[in-house]
């Protein structure tokens, strides 16, 4: 995560054994930096920061996914009781063919066979269709809304790990 977020891609592909695409460093290197920060401050956020997903057959990464924080944090309680909140990207040209349902599934998975949370929530700008219909099929139902500085409106939804809905393609 330091290669990434000193946008140093051939140390950061070297250490990892995967090539990493270019959208991978962003423009300021927000998130990574925040997330690196988090793990810095508490290093029990190792496991659920943002990692890579990797597409196998090209050895190559193509998007992230992680939590936003350790499980059962107060600001989720009015929407995710006793959950933990995901996020995800899948950068432009690899869209829309399966893999983000595939990253959810497999980590909210993770997350219920090693850890035991059964509560999951997302937040989707009001504008993304495709993520919103994504999470529905999931298995994700609204529970809110709120305002965020830099997305704008987002729409919150939660599912628990029983009625996430593997078989999404």
Excluded: C
């Amino acid at each position: 995560m330091r290669a990434i977020v000193g946008r140093r891609p051939e140390d950061a592909e070297k250490h990892l054994g995967f090539a990493i695409h270019p959208d991978m460093f962003g423009e300021d290197g927000g998130a990574p930096k925040h997330f690196l920060a988090m793990i810095e401050n508490d290093p029990a956020f190792a496991p659920w920061a943002p990692r890579a997903m990797v597409l196998a057959d090209e050895n190559l990464a193509i998007g992230h996914i992680g939590f936003h924080t350790l499980p059962n944090q107060a600001y989720l309680d009015e929407y995710v009781g006793h959950g933990v909140e995901m996020g995800y990207t899948v950068f432009a040209k690899y869209r829309r063919q399966g893999f983000a349902s595939e990253a959810i599934t497999a980590l909210a998975g993770w997350a219920g066979a090693e850890h035991g949370v059964e509560n999951f929530g997302i937040s989707v700008g009001a504008d993304n269709g495709p993520s919103m219909a994504l999470a529905e099929k999931l298995g994700f139902r609204k529970v809110g809304e709120h305002h965020d500085e830099v997305h704008g409106l987002e729409i919150v939804l939660s599912t628990t790990g029983k009625s996430l809905n593997p078989r999404v393609s």
